[in-house]
Nanobody, 123 residues
Framework: QVQLLESGGGLVHTGDSLRLSCSAS????????MAWFRQAPGNNRRFVAT????????YYDHSVDGRFSVSKDNAKNTIYLQMNNLRPEDTAVYYC????????????????WGQGTQVTVSS
């Protein structure tokens, strides 16, 4: 059984940093992507970043490019999302997803999901 467990969310101020972690168990994802999505109240789930499990190629939504960085640790079966220079509009529940095609930004293409971790950025 595949499980994804996110951690690292919290309440921060504008300009602060946070690092989210997503630990996967039950399988590895060679040839697939893992990704981060986020969902703010009243909004649809939106793509943030994705990373290819095999070679670590990242891809970012334009709203976070240059501020967020996605990385992975194959030995720990874990991906990370380093979020710098946070803004109030980054406030959302952040979800880890796995099993999507490489480079996919569509949440419908990911097979497994974590429970989410809340990130709140105050102004």
């Amino acid at each position: 059984q595949v499980q994804l467990l996110e951690s690292g969310g919290g309440l921060v101020h504008t300009g602060d940093s946070l690092r989210l972690s997503c630990s996967a168990s039950g399988r590895t994802f060679d040839g697939y992507a893992m990704a981060w999505f986020r969902q703010a109240p009243g909004n649809n789930r939106r793509f943030v970043a994705t990373i290819t499990w095999t070679d670590g190629r990242p891809y970012y939504d334009h709203s976070v490019d240059g501020r967020f960085s996605v990385s992975k640790d194959n030995a720990k079966n874990t991906i990370y999302l380093q979020m710098n220079n946070l803004r109030p509009e980054d406030t959302a529940v952040y979800y880890c997803a796995a099993g999507g095609p490489e480079g996919s930004t569509w949440y419908t293409e990911y097979s497994w999901w974590g429970q989410g971790t809340q990130v709140t950025v105050s102004s």
